[in-house]
C-alpha cells in the first residue's frame, strides 16, 4: 500500500544529503537543513532570518550571482566555488541556485551545495605536477641525444665550407649551419627555461594591464575586460616572467577566438582576479595565494587535448608550436605556482595560482 502521509517541503529538504538553504529577496535564510548547519557550522536557531552575507562574508561575486538571480529568475550553477565563512574557514563547492515562488508568499532562491572532495581535487593537481615532469624529464633526455649529432652536422659543414672555394656553394652549407642552429634554439625553448627567477615586489594587476595593452595593441578583433580584486597583496615574482605568462595564455584565448567561425558572439577576454586563502598547491599549503583567472569566449580546448595541453609540441591551432602554455607551466612552477584550466565552447578559463607568502630567497 502506498503511504499518503503528506511531507511538508522542510521535512523533505532535511533528509537530503547535500546542504540546502533558502533564502528570500532580501537574501535572508528562510529554511536550512542539517547538512547545510553542518557544511556552514551553524546551528537552524541560529541562522533563521541572518541574511546570507552573515554565513558567507566577502565573497562579492556570490553575493552578486545571487542578487542577479532574484532580478532575471534565471537558474544558474557554479563549480569549484571558494566561499569564506562567517567563522574564517573556506569551503570548495559546487552549487546551485534555482529560484522558486511559493503560492503568494514571493520569490525564493533555493541554494544547494556540494562539498569538494579535497583529496581528489589535490590527487588531480599532482597528477598534473608529475604528468609535466615526466614528459620535461624525457624531453631532456631527447634532446641531449639529438643535439650531440646536430652539433657534428654543423661541426662538418662548417669545415666543409672552409674548402669551398665557390661562393656559391657556400650558401648550402649556410643553410645547413642555420638549420642546425634552429633545431638547436627549437630544443632548447621545448626542455624549458633554465633562467633562475629574479623576484621582486611585484604588483600583479600592473602586470595585467601591461599585457592587455600588448593584446588591444596587435588585435582589434577582441576586448579585454579587467574585473581585479585590488586587495591582493604585492607578489614576490619575476616580473618579467609573469608577463610572459600572461601573455603566453592570452595569445592562445586570441587565436581560439578568431577561429571560432560561428560567429555567436564578439570576442571577449576577462582578466579576473582574487585571494584564496588555504590553498593547496601540490603538498604545500599557503595561507595566501592570488587566483588569476584569463577567461575568453572562443572555441574551447578540444576534448581529446585537455590531458596533455601542457606537454610540450601539443596545439589545438595549425600555426601553433605548442611551447606557449608548457613553457607558462615551467615558469610558474619556478615560482611554486600551479595553472589549471576548464574549457567548453564559449568559455575556456584558465587558472594561475600564485603564493603571495613567498619571501624567502630559497624558493
Known amino acids: 500500500m502506498v503511504s499518503t502521509e ?6 523533505i529538504i532535511d533528509n537530503l544529503h547535500s546542504a540546502v538553504i533558502v533564502i528570500g529577496e532580501d537574501l535572508r535564510i528562510v529554511c536550512i537543513n542539517p547538512a547545510a548547519e553542518m557544511l556552514f557550522h551553524v546551528s537552524n536557531n541560529r541562522a533563521m532570518e541572518k541574511n546570507i552575507r552573515e554565513l558567507v562574508i566577502e565573497e562579492y561575486e556570490f553575493f552578486d550571482r545571487l542578487e542577479r538571480s532574484v532580478i532575471s529568475n534565471h537558474p544558474y550553477t557554479v563549480y569549484e566555488s571558494e566561499l569564506l565563512l562567517h567563522n574564517q574557514k573556506t569551503i570548495e563547492v559546487d552549487y546551485s541556485v534555482s529560484p522558486i515562488e511559493y503560492m503568494s508568499e514571493g520569490k525564493y532562491l533555493l541554494l544547494e ?8 581535487k589535490h590527487s588531480h593537481e599532482d597528477s598534473i605536477l608529475s604528468q609535466y615532469e615526466a614528459s620535461k624529464s624525457l624531453l631532456r633526455g631527447l ?12 661541426g662538418a659543414a662548417q669545415l666543409l665550407e672552409r674548402e669551398l672555394t665557390d661562393e656559391d656553394n657556400k650558401q648550402f652549407t649556410q643553410i645547413i649551419i642555420n638549420e642546425a642552429d634552429r633545431l ?7 626542455v624549458g627555461p633554465k633562467d633562475i627567477p629574479t623576484k621582486s615586489d611585484t604588483n ?13 595593441a596587435e588585435n582589434d578583433e577582441v576586448s579585454v575586460v579587467a574585473d581585479y580584486d585590488p586587495s591582493i597583496p604585492e607578489l614576490n615574482a619575476d616580473e618579467s616572467m609573469i608577463i610572459q605568462v600572461i601573455l603566453n595564455i592570452t595569445r592562445n584565448a586570441v587565436k581560439a577566438i578568431t577561429s571560432n567561425t560561428d560567429g555567436s558572439s564578439d570576442g571577449k577576454i576577462i582578466y579576473r582576479t582574487r585571494a584564496q586563502r588555504n590553498c593547496t598547491i601540490g603538498t604545500q599549503t599557503h595561507a595566501l595565494v592570488a587566483k588569476i583567472e584569463i577567461e575568453d569566449n572562443g572555441s574551447g580546448v578540444p576534448e581529446e587535448l585537455h590531458e596533455k595541453i601542457f606537454m610540450p609540441m601539443i596545439t589545438g591551432h595549425a600555426e601553433g608550436t605548442g611551447l606557449g602554455l608548457s613553457i607558462a607551466q615551467s615558469l610558474v612552477q619556478q615560482h611554486n605556482g600551479l595553472i589549471e584550466f576548464t574549457s567548453q565552447p564559449d568559455k575556456t578559463i584558465f587558472t594561475i595560482l600564485l603564493p603571495i607568502n613567498i619571501h624567502n630567497g630559497a624558493d
Not at 6 to 11: A, G, V
Not at 113 to 120: A, K
Not at 204 to 216: C, F, Q, T, W
Open 6 to 11: 503528506y511531507k511538508s517541503p522542510q521535512t
Open 113 to 120: 551545495f556540494i562539498r569538494i572532495n579535497s583529496q581528489h
Open 143 to 154: 634532446a641531449h641525444e639529438i643535439k650531440n649529432p646536430l652539433g657534428g652536422i654543423r
Open 184 to 190: 638547436k634554439n627549437l630544443l632548447d625553448r621545448m
Open 204 to 216: 600583479i594587476h600592473k602586470i595585467l594591464e601591461h599585457v592587455r595593452k600588448l593584446v588591444l
